[in-house]
């Protein structure tokens, strides 16, 4: 069983940053690829980047491709993402997860994740 939990939400204007953080517990961290999703108001959860368990290789959404990274501390357990340049659009509560597989193909997706955090409110005015 994965605990994971995430910080570093919050209102920001537009062409701001935020740093996102995902403790993550219960389990041998680097065994896991590490994702993070965002529901928009009104829309269905969506991907947003992933990065496999040695941090190594990782996926981003086009809308986010150049302005977000991804990275992981493995001997902190925790995951980060870096939001450059926002956009009003980027409002959304942003959820990590966890996954013990490492599909290219299918890393996108949610079922491919057993485990999530409580998700964080990021909001970007214009």
């Known amino acids: 069983q994965v605990q994971l939990v995430e910080s570093g939400g919050g209102l920001v204007q537009a062409g701001g940053s935020l740093r996102l953080s995902c403790a993550a517990s219960g389990a041998t961290f680097s065994n896991f690829a590490m994702g993070w999703f965002r529901r928009a108001p009104g829309k269905g959860r969506e991907f947003v980047t992933a990065?496999?368990?040695?941090?190594?290789?990782?996926y981003y959404a086009d809308s986010v491709k150049g302005r977000f990274t991804s990275s992981r501390d493995n001997a902190k357990n925790t995951v980060y993402m870096q939001m450059n340049a926002l956009k009003p659009e980027d409002t959304a509560v942003y959820y990590c997860?966890?996954?013990?597989?490492?599909?290219?193909?299918?890393?996108?997706?949610?079922?491919?994740?057993?485990?999530w955090g409580q998700g964080t409110q990021v909001t970007v005015s214009s």
């Open positions: 990065i496999n368990g040695n941090g190594g290789s990782r």
């Open positions: 997860a966890a996954s013990p597989r490492w599909i290219p193909s299918r890393i996108r997706g949610i079922q491919e994740y057993d485990y």
